[in-house]
């Protein structure tokens, strides 16, 4: 029964194509959460969404493009890849209203040849 | 802005050694503090928390102590073992409209056997 589920956990694509990551959480949370891992480790948040509306955008290139259709699901849509776009994502959940953990999901290791 | 800092790695050590990670925050206001683990291939799971100043979180035998007075939350183990080895990641909680994590750099520990 996985919590945080995301698809594909690999992906290998040229130069320029255009990519979806999808994820989904069955843990009845409003907020979700895609981070960047880059391949020195580091994690950044890159956009989180509460009810299907945007709530972070911590300065992405406007390529990447987040899609909540319900609050369980929080899609990644990246367009013209370029390299430095090779990386680790995850996307997490948290419940709203109080700090708490975020549940990650196993990631997608995106690379772009 | 909000900020965490971790002890550089890699940490390698061997089975029974004492363990310590060091993190220190920089943060306006009173963040709840993480520790989140990352075994090889897998998403980030919480280890430990605490949400206000001189809460001690502790899980597995890893112990942090939320200190106000020196920004830190360090991380310790009394005894590691080879199945402690994973990327230890120290993180802040901030509310921007939604909770968000802010990572520290992440530790790479090695246990030997």
């Known amino acids: 029964d996985t919590a945080v589920s995301q698809t594909p956990k690999y992906l290998v694509t040229q130069m320029g194509n255009d990519k979806s990551i999808k994820c989904e959480q069955n843990?009845?949370?409003?907020?979700m959460y895609w981070y960047k891992q880059d391949s020195k480790k580091f994690l950044k948040i890159m956009f989180s969404?509460?009810?299907?509306?945007?709530?972070i955008n911590e300065t992405v290139p406007n390529r990447f493009s987040p899609k909540s259709p319900d609050k369980a699901h929080l899609n990644l849509h990246i367009n013209s890849l370029e390299l430095g776009d090779s990386a680790v994502y995850f996307c997490?959940?948290?419940?709203?209203?109080?700090?708490?953990?975020?549940?990650f999901g196993q990631g997608t290791r995106l690379t772009v040849v | 802005g909000d900020s965490v800092t971790q002890m550089e790695g890699p940490v390698t050590l061997s089975e029974e050694a004492f363990l310590t990670i060091n993190c220190t925050y920089t943060a306006t206001g009173y963040p709840s503090l993480f520790w989140y683990v990352q075994y090889p291939g897998e998403g980030l799971q919480l280890l430990l928390k605490a949400t206000k100043a001189d809460d001690k979180g502790s899980n597995k035998g890893f112990e942090a102590t939320y200190r106000k007075e020196t920004t830190s939350f360090h991380l310790e183990k009394g005894s590691v073992q080879v199945s402690d080895s994973a990327v230890y990641f120290c993180?802040?909680?901030?509310?921007?409209?939604?909770?968000?994590?802010?990572f520290g750099q992440g530790t790479r520990l090695t246990i030997n056997p």
């Open positions: 997490a959940s948290s419940p709203t209203g109080v700090v708490t953990e975020a549940f």
């Open positions: 969404y509460n009810n299907k509306e945007l709530i």
């Open positions: 843990l009845g949370h409003d907020t």
């Open positions: 993180a802040l909680s901030v509310i921007q409209g939604a909770q968000k994590l802010v």
